[in-house]
Structures are given as C-alpha cells and as structure tokens.
C-alpha cells in the first residue's frame, strides 16, 4: 500500500528534526524519545517510520550524499568545465555545508562511523574523481600546464576544503567559512598553474 500524503509529511518531519540533533548533539547525544519531543509526535510513532536510530542516521546520510552538490555539482545549462567547474563545485559544497542542516548532519554523522554500528558509503571518493576530471579537462582547454597526476591533485583539492571547513566549523561554526574558502581557491589555483586564475574567481 502507497503511503499517505500525511505519511510521507510526518516522516520527512522526523527526518528533518533529526538532523538538527545529529548535527547539533552527534549520534551518541541523540536519541528516539528527543526526536520524537522536538517533531510534536509520539515515540511509536518515530519507530513506525524507522525501527532504531541507527536506521534514521543511515536514511540521511544516503540521502544528503544522493542529493549534496559533491554528488551532482552541475545545476546550470550550459554546465561549467574545467578550472569553472572546480571553483563552482568547490563554493557549492561550501553553502551546503554552511546552510544546510542535512548535509552538516551527514557529515557528522560519517565522522563519527566508529560509534555507529553501520557501514556508511565512503565519503567524498566520488567528489574526487569530479574534480580530476575537471583537472583534465583544464588541462585539454589549456588553462592548466600539462603534467599534472589529476587523481592525486583531485585528492587533494577535497583534502583541502575538508580541512578548510572543518577550521572554520571549530572556530566560528562556519561563519567565515566563504571568505576562507575563496583564499583557499586562490591558493590551490595557484599551486595548479592556472593560467590568469582571476578569471575564474
């Protein structure tokens, strides 16, 4: 039997008020009763949805990685390529991490895998190899010297925001997280040759 409209609202509900707790409070903080409280609905009613909070952990972590920008970067026609499609990628997952809560919520979540008894997709792997293929097509536009390994420098471009976002997120809960992340793109344009960067920023 199809859920109900009601159905479907109240358990996107749950899972939104989920991730303010996983996000705020991490996974051993959180718990089905404190859930239940802040969506207005019943305990019974959390676990009719989602059997343990194990399983509503799991259910936003798929999604946010489903749907975040680091699995789909390009959302405008004509998409960018390239040294573009890198800076656009890159300012992307940075308002995803800044604004939206599901995505902090994953985040956190997949950090914290050592206390959650689940296997958690590998973050990040698919963002890499977005990123090396914007290297080669870089390089094949002539805006980055040829010689670059790009599987390697597409490690560490996502090395570098992951590093990047989570200062930012220690020190001001990601409020200077833009201004952070265009000096980072002006660094690493730099190390990679680009060729006249101001361009793309």
């Known amino acids: 039997m199809a859920p109900t409209a009601r159905s479907v609202e109240t358990r996107e509900r749950i899972l939104a008020v989920?991730?303010?707790?996983?996000?705020?409070?991490?996974?051993?903080?959180?718990?089905?009763g404190g859930i239940a409280e802040r969506a207005g609905v019943g305990k019974g009613?959390?676990?009719?949805?989602?059997?343990?909070k194990v399983d509503i952990a799991v259910t936003l972590v798929q999604s946010t990685f489903a749907q975040a920008p680091f699995a789909n970067v390009v959302t405008v026609?004509?998409?960018?390529?390239g040294v573009a499609a890198i800076v656009?990628?890159?300012?992307a997952v940075s308002r995803a991490f800044r604004d939206n809560v599901r995505v902090r919520a994953a985040v956190r979540l997949v950090r914290e895998y050592d206390i959650i008894p689940v296997v958690f997709p590998t973050p990040y792997v698919g963002w890499m190899a977005v990123m090396a293929q914007c290297l080669r097509d870089a390089t094949d536009a002539g805006d980055i010297p040829p010689g670059l390994d790009f599987?390697?420098?597409?490690w560490h471009l996502v090395a570098t925001f992951t590093g990047v976002q989570e200062t930012?997120?220690?020190?001001?809960q990601r409020e200077d997280l833009p201004e952070r992340i265009e000096e980072?793109?002006?660094r690493q344009l730099r190390l990679l040759g680009v060729i006249d960067p101001q361009r793309f920023l």
């Open 18 to 32: 989920a991730a303010e707790e996983f996000a705020d409070r991490g996974y051993a903080g959180t718990s089905i």
């Open 151 to 154: 599987e390697t420098e597409g």
């Open 45 to 52: 009613l959390v676990q009719y949805h989602f059997k343990a």
């Open 168 to 172: 930012s997120q220690r020190l001001t």
């Open 88 to 91: 656009a990628s890159i300012r």
């Open 77 to 81: 026609d004509p998409p960018p390529r």
């Open 184 to 186: 980072m793109l002006q």
